[in-house]
């Protein structure tokens, strides 16, 4: 005989036939305030939580196992889809990863060129962030302001790659492409743009504004002893006090010889991590213009020299017959890694972006393992959400800045 199917955990401790005034709602999966496919079980007390359980698995794509059978340059352009709101960062840390599996250097101008695209794309995901935060807590103009420094920030990323959201604009060793005549005076441009807009537009509607304040002021608050405990990293764990920052900690490409500073908001709550987003996105413009500086002193050598791993220049491949046969074998076989395994973690806009990679010579990877900052963020909502009011809960999950592509990997 067929059993029955089990209750989760969460409805095996909830009796739906109640004396008292509590009542179980869905908020999502379908949610235009859920950031993704985001089903999160709130149990009432009138308008006031009382439990949370957040259920992820609706969008589900197993990227890795996909991995483990892909080789290791297929599977890069996938990359694109965890953190589809700053592509660059997610094809980073994975390159970075397989780099330093292999031991390779990559040149100095391809450091550059992928520290700036790092910190456009932080740009990008903070700006993205500020606009659905603001438009989740009802401000519509701070959206459409915001979306439009988004788009030239866009405008960049398809100058260079050719593409808007996915970009794939890493390679292992380097990047593919160097930057295009007059991309360093558009970025320029775009950074006094929005060092302007962020004091005359952003912060003149938003930091002063008395809806805004009681909407997030004291709500989702998180303390440094619970935001240690949960495992959060980058914003989340910055609006709660803690001076951590993996650019600093474990510096990676340039971030050791730029002189930028770690903001931290003391106040624990909404209000303070969206102050600590704004004074981010001052340090990003403030890297990038050091990052310009450093460009124009570079050799254009743009990706590292390791044949074995790494196809030759195109020049090569068309004159030198053995570069050709070299760059045939990568294509259709793929590099060989050697045995170990190996953890490299970076700072994505939204915290730390980690892959694992164990190698055992073979042309895919044995196992590798994402730890994407969202998955830890949402599993936090079980918390953070207890006491407060139904009103505020699309607040509390803007704040997190979640994005569904790195959780449900």
Known sequence: MQQPNKLSPFFENLNFEREDNTMVINFGPQHPSAHG??????????????????????????????????????????????DYIASTSNNYAYALAVEKLIGLEVPRRAQVIRTILLEVNRLLSH??????????????????????????????????????????????????????????????????????????????????????????????????????????????LRGSGIAYDIR????????????????????????????LYMAEMLESTKILRQLMVMYDDTKPQLMAHAPQYISAPKEEIMTQNYALMQHFVLVTQGMRPPKGEVYVPTESPKGELGFYIKSEGEPYAYRLKCRAPSFFHTGLLQEILVGTYIADVVTIIGSTNIVFGEVDR
């Not at 100058?159 to 320029?188: E, Q």
């Not at 600093?248 to 969206?274: C, Q």
Request: charged share 25%; glycine share 8%; proline share 4%.
């Open 127 to 236: 700006l993205f962030f500020i606009a659905t935060h603001a438009l989740d807590v009802g401000a519509m103009s701070v959206f459409l302001y915001a979306f439009r420094e988004r788009e030239f920030g866009m405008d960049l990323m398809e100058d260079y790659c050719g593409a808007r959201l996915t970009h794939s604009a890493v390679r292992i060793g380097g990047v593919p492409l160097d930057l295009p005549d007059g991309w360093m005076i558009a970025l320029r441009k775009w950074c006094d743009t929005v060092d302007y807009e962020l004091e005359h537009t952003y912060n003149a509607l938003l930091q002063e504004n008395r809806i805004w304040k009681m909407r997030l002021e004291n709500v989702g608050v998180l303390t440094p002893e619970d935001a240690l405990s949960w495992g959060c990293t980058g914003p989340m």
């Open 37 to 82: 496919q985001l089903r999160l079980m709130l149990e009432l007390d009138g308008e006031q939580v009382v439990k949370a359980y957040p259920d992820i698995g609706y969008l589900h794509r197993g990227i890795e196992k996909m991995a483990e059978n892909m080789t290791y340059n297929e599977f890069l352009p996938t990359t694109d889809r965890l």
């Open 248 to 275: 600093k900690e474990e510096p990676y490409e340039l971030y050791g010889e730029l002189d930028f500073d770690i903001p931290v908001a003391d106040t624990n709550d909404s209000y303070g991590r969206y102050r």
